[in-house]
C-alpha cells in the first residue's frame, strides 16, 4: 500500500487535478489501494491567512470569500457533470458559510489567536479534500473523504502541534479496519488535539501527514507529488546545470532541505526514516520523470557530495571577548536565550581560542537577536569582558551535502579552492564531525558565482564552464572564435570545458548576453539590436557586476587600452588570457603589479602567444625557471615577419613586395610598421628578458634598425610602403652582399647577463638558425641544465591560425593548474 501526497499546485488547477486522479487510477488499476492526502489548493493557506489578518483589523473581507469560492466551484463546474454538481457545491457553500461565520467572530473580537487560525487555516485543506474525493467518487465509487481531526491527536500548541504517536496509530488503524475496502482521500497539515479543537502541524504539515499515515499503516512507499522533478543537485533558479539525483539518504535528504530545496519539509520524514519507508518525489507535471527516491539503502555512489544547498539571505552575529574565554556555560546561555525567545539559529561556529563565536540567523530575527544578547550579558558588557556585537547583513550560507564525504580527504580542499579562485570570500565555516555537511558563509552577491562554482567543480562528469569576455574581432579575435564554435564539443566531450563568450566587443560595437553569444553568428549579435556603441570601461564594468564564475578577460586587440584594465579584472579573481604584448612589454612596475594581482587572487594571467605566437616559449622559459634551472643566455628570432622577409628576398623579389605578402598573411602586426622597425621584436625580448628574472625597462633593450632612416621616420603606412620601394636598392644591395659570402640575413635578439640587444646579423651554414623557412621562430635557451647543447624551439611563429590555437590552449587551461 503506497501513500500517495498531493501538493497545493496539484490541486490547484482543473488540469492538474484531472492528472492527480491519473495517478490514483494507475495505482488502483495495478490492484492497490493507496491513502491518498490532500493540502489546500494553491495560495488558499494564504489567502485564509490573509482573510483572518484582515477580520481581526477589522478589514471587510467579502472579496477573500468570494475568491475562495470561485477557485473550487471553478473546478466543480468544470469536472463534473451539471447533474452532479448541486450536492458538492451545496456541501462547499456550507463550508463556506462556517468560515464566513468564524471571520466575523473574529471581526467582532478583534481578535486573532494561534487558535482560532488553526480552524481558519483548516478549511483549505478541508475544502480541498472534499472536493477532490467528490470528483474521484465519480471514477472510484469507493472514494471517502476523511477529515485528520479523525486520525491524528496532537497536543495543543497550536500552529505547531506536536503528535502523540502512539494514540495517533491505534487511531490510523482503527479507521482503516472499519472502513474496509475504501479509498481513503485524507486531508493533510491538520489534527486535533484532546480538546477537540482543531490543531495544525506547521511549515510542511502535508508531508507530516502523509509520513504519520505512512509510518502507522507500514506503507510501502511515501509519495510526495509535487511540482518539480525532485530534489536536485543545487537549486536550479541559481544553477543551471542543476540535475535532479536519483536517489537520496535520508540524512541527506534532510542536509540539503534544510536549505533552499523546499520540496521537502525536513522533520516530515521522520516517521518514514524510523520505519524506514522510502519516500518518492514525484512531479504532477511531468508523470515520466522517475522522481527522487530518499531510502536508507541507496546505491553506492562514485560522487564525493550528492548536492549544494543554500540560503540567500543570513545576518551573522559575532559574539566576542575574554569573558568567553575557558568559561563553561557561555554558549549554554547564549543558545538558550535565543531558544527561549524562538529565535532559530541557522549555523554556528567557534574557533578553539573560545574568543569568539559566530552565528548565523534570519536577517528578521537579527536585531531581536542581539538586543537580547545585550540584555543577557548586561554586566559582562559593563565590565568589557565582551563587546556589544554588531550584525552583518547580505550574507548567505552555501553547504555541500553528501554521507560519502565522510572519512574522504580534499572535499573541504576542493571547496574551498573553488571559492577561491573564483574571489569568493569566506567569512565563516562550520563542518560537524559527522562529515556530511560544510557550510560556508560568503556574501550574498556572490552566492550564484559560488555555487555555479562549487557545483562544476564536484559534478566533474558534467562540463565546466567558461565565462568569456573577449575584446578584439579582428585577425586573431575572429580565427579564434572559429576554432572555439569548430571545436566545441571535441572540448566538451574530451576536455570536459564549455566555453561560454558572454561580452564581445570590437573596436565599434560591444554585445553582452551571459547566457552566451552564438559562436558561429557572433557577427550579427555584435550588430543586432542588443549590441551598443564600444566602451571598454562599461565592458568591464558589465563583466565585474555580473560575476560570473570562472571568468575570463581574453584581450585579441592590438590596442593599449585593455592593458588599465587587466590588474583590475585579476582583483575581482578573474583570469586574464591575452595575444596582447602591450601589458607585459610597459613600465617594469606595471609587469609586477599583474603578476601579484594574479597570485593574491587566485586568478591566472596566461600570455603564452605574446612571444613566438603558438610555440610553447612563455611555458618552457617558466618550466625551465620552477624547476630551478638558471638562464644564462638566450638567442632568438622572435618576428615572424621579418623571419618572412628574410626567408623570401631571393631572386628577383622585390622588399616591398615580400613585406606586403607578410602583411597579407597576417603576420604582421597590424600596422606592419611595428615588426619592420623592430617594436614588436623588443617587446617580446623584454618579455623574455622579464620572466628570465631581469627587471628591464623597455628602453633598454638596444634595437640596431634594419630600415634606412626614411623607412624608420614614414608617417603612415602607406608613406612607409613608398620609402621601402624608394629604397629598394638599399634592400638587394644587402641581400647580394650576403649571398657574395655564402650567407643569410638574420634579425637575432640576444640577452645575457641582463642585457638585451636585437641587431642585424648574417649568418653561414654552420649557425643554427641558418635553416628557417616561411614565418619560422626560433630560440636557444643556454642554461645551466642546457649548457653543451642548448634547448631550441623552432617553428611557425606568426599566423592568425597558430596564434589563435595558442590563445585557444591558454583559455582552456584556466583554472586547471
Ligand atoms: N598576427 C600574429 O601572428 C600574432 C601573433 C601573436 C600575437 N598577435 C597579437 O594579436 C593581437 C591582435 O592582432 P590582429 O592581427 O588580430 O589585429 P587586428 O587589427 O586584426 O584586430 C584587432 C581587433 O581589436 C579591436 N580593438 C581595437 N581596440 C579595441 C578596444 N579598445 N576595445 C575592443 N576592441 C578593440 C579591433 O576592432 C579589431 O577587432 C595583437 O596584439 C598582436 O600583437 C598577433
Ligand atoms: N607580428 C608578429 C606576430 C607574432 O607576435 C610577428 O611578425 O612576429
Ligand atoms: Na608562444
Given at each position: ?22 495517478v490514483v487510477a494507475r495505482e488502483v488499476a495495478r490492484g492497490e489501494r493507496p491513502v491518498v492526502v490532500l ?59 462556517e468560515l464566513e461565520d468564524l471571520l466575523h467572530g473574529i471581526g467582532s473580537l478583534r481578535e486573532l489567536t ?577 620572466d628570465a628574472g631581469h627587471p628591464l625597462e623597455p628602453d633598454d633593450v638596444i634595437i640596431e634598425p634594419m ?111
Amino acid at each position: 500500500m503506497n501513500i500517495l501526497k498531493f501538493g497545493g499546485t496539484s490541486v490547484g488547477s482543473v488540469a492538474s487535478i484531472s492528472t492527480l486522479l491519473d495517478v490514483v487510477a494507475r495505482e488502483v488499476a495495478r490492484g492497490e489501494r493507496p491513502v491518498v492526502v490532500l493540502s489546500a489548493m494553491s495560495g488558499v493557506t494564504n489567502l485564509l491567512l490573509a482573510a483572518a489578518e484582515d477580520a481581526a483589523a477589522g478589514r471587510p473581507v467579502t472579496t477573500s470569500l468570494m475568491e475562495l469560492e470561485n477557485r473550487h466551484f471553478g473546478v466543480v463546474k468544470s469536472l463534473l457533470d451539471a447533474a452532479r454538481q448541486n450536492p458538492v457545491l451545496t456541501r462547499l457553500k456550507l463550508l463556506f458559510n462556517e468560515l464566513e461565520d468564524l471571520l466575523h467572530g473574529i471581526g467582532s473580537l478583534r481578535e486573532l489567536t494561534p487558535q482560532t487560525l488553526d480552524r481558519v487555516l483548516s478549511y483549505g485543506e478541508r475544502c480541498a479534500t472534499f472536493l477532490v474525493s467528490a470528483l474521484a467518487a465519480g471514477r472510484f465509487p469507493e472514494a471517502l473523504c476523511v477529515e485528520a481531526t479523525e486520525l491524528i491527536r496532537t497536543d495543543a500548541h497550536y500552529g505547531q502541534a506536536r503528535v502523540d504517536t502512539e494514540l495517533t496509530e491505534q487511531l490510523i488503524r482503527g479507521f482503516v479496519r472499519e472502513h474496509p475496502g475504501r479509498l481513503l482521500f485524507v486531508t493533510g497539515f491538520i489534527a486535533r488535539n484532546a480538546q477537540g479543537r482543531v490543531t495544525t502541524l506547521g511549515r510542511g504539515g502535508s508531508d507530516y501527514t502523509a509520513a504519520i499515515l505512512g509510518a502507522a499503516l507500514g506503507a510501502q512507499e511515501i509519495q510526495i507529488w509535487t511540482d518539480v522533478n525532485g530534489m536536485m543537485t543545487a537549486d536550479p533558479r541559481m544553477v543551471k546545470k542543476a540535475f535532479s539525483l536519483p536517489e537520496l539518504s535520508y540524512t541527506e535528504a534532510m542536509e540539503l532541505s534544510y536549505f533552499g530545496a523546499k520540496v521537502i519539509y525536513p522533520p516530515t520524514m521522520i516517521p518514514a526514516f524510523m520505519k524506514r519507508i522510502p519516500i518518492v518525489i514525484r512531479n504532477t507535471f511531468d508523470l515520466d520523470f522517475a522522481g527522487t527516491t530518499i531510502r536508507h539503502d541507496c546505491q553506492p555512489s562514485a560522487l564525493p557530495i550528492k548536492g549544494i544547498s543554500s540560503i540567500n539571505d543570513v545576518s551573522v552575529i559575532n559574539v566576542e571577548g575574554s569573558g568567553m574565554v575557558g568559561k563553561a556555560g557561555f554558549s549554554g546561555r547564549l543558545f538558550s536565550l535565543l531558544a527561549r525567545e524562538q529565535i532559530n539559529v541557522i549555523l554556528i561556529t567557534q574557533a578553539s581560542s573560545e574568543h569568539s563565536i559566530t552565528f548565523a540567523v534570519a536577517p528578521h530575527d537579527a536585531v531581536r537577536a542581539r538586543e537580547l544578547i545585550g540584555q543577557e550579558f548586561e554586566l559582562e558588557l559593563q565590565a568589557r569582558k565582551l563587546e556589544l556585537p554588531g550584525i552583518e547583513q547580505d550574507l548567505a550560507v552555501l553547504a555541500i551535502v553528501g554521507e560519502n564525504m565522510k572519512q574522504t580527504p580534499g572535499i573541504a580542499g576542493k571547496l574551498f579552492q573553488a571559492l577561491g579562485r573564483n574571489g569568493v570570500n569566506v567569512r565563516a565555516i562550520a563542518q560537524g564531525s559527522s562529515e556530511y555537511n560544510i557550510s560556508v558563509i560568503i556574501g550574498r552577491a556572490d552566492l550564484a558565482k559560488a555555487l555555479n562554482a562549487v557545483h562544476d567543480a564536484f559534478f566533474v562528469e558534467l562540463t565546466k564552464t567558461l565565462h568569456v569576455f573577449a575584446l578584439g574581432t579582428g585577425n586573431i579575435g575572429r580565427t579564434l572564435l572559429g576554432q572555439l564554435h569548430a571545436h566545441r564539443d571535441f572540448l566538451r566531450e574530451q576536455n570536459g570545458v564549455q566555453v561560454r563568450v558572454v561580452g564581445l566587443s570590437n573596436s565599434r560595437r560591444m554585445v553582452i548576453d551571459p547566457s552566451g553569444l552564438p559562436l558561429d553568428g557572433w557577427e550579427a549579435a555584435l550588430n543586432n539590436g542588443h549590441s551598443e556603441p564600444a566602451d571598454l570601461a562599461r565592458f568591464v564594468a558589465r563583466m565585474k557586476q555580473l560575476n560570473l564564475p570562472n571568468c575570463v578577460l581574453l584581450d585579441n586587440t592590438a590596442a593599449p587600452e585593455p592593458a588599465a584594465h587587466y590588474a583590475d579584472a585579476l582583483r575581482h579573481s578573474i583570469s586574464v588570457v591575452t595575444c596582447n604584448k602591450i601589458a607585459n612589454s610597459g613600465p617594469y612596475q606595471q609587469y609586477r603589479e599583474l603578476r601579484d594581482a594574479a597570485r593574491q587572487h587566485g586568478a591566472d594571467f596566461y600570455y603564452e602567444t605574446n612571444v613566438g605566437a603558438g610555440l610553447p616559449i612563455i611555458r618552457t622559459l617558466r618550466d625551465l625557471r620552477t624547476s630551478g634551472d638558471r638562464v644564462e643566455r638566450i638567442e632568438a628570432i622572435l618576428s615572424g615577419t621579418i623571419s618572412f622577409i628574410f626567408n623570401n628576398f631571393r631572386g628577383e623579389a622585390s622588399f616591398h613586395d615580400i613585406v606586403r605578402e607578410a602583411q597579407q598573411r597576417g603576420y604582421t602586426e597590424p600596422d606592419p610598421r611595428d615588426d619592420l622597425n623592430g617594436r614588436d621584436f623588443m617587446r617580446k625580448m623584454l618579455i623574455l628578458a622579464r620572466d628570465a628574472g631581469h627587471p628591464l625597462e623597455p628602453d633598454d633593450v638596444i634595437i640596431e634598425p634594419m630600415l634606412p632612416a626614411a623607412c624608420l621616420q614614414a608617417p603612415t603606412v602607406a608613406a612607409f610602403y613608398e620609402q621601402l620601394r624608394a629604397h629598394e636598392a638599399y634592400f638587394s644591395e644587402l641581400k647580394d652582399r650576403a649571398a657574395a659570402a655564402g650567407q643569410v640575413l638574420r634579425y637575432i635578439g640576444q640577452l645575457e647577463d641582463g642585457r638585451a640587444r636585437i641587431s642585424l646579423q648574417m649568418v653561414d651554414e654552420q649557425h643554427p638558425f641558418y635553416q628557417l623557412s616561411g614565418a619560422d621562430n626560433v630560440i636557444s635557451f643556454t642554461t645551466e641544465r642546457y649548457k653543451e647543447r642548448p634547448l631550441v624551439v623552432k617553428g611557425p611563429g606568426a599566423g592568425a591560425e597558430v596564434t589563435a590555437a595558442g590563445v585557444f590552449a591558454d583559455l582552456v587551461n584556466v583554472g586547471t593548474r
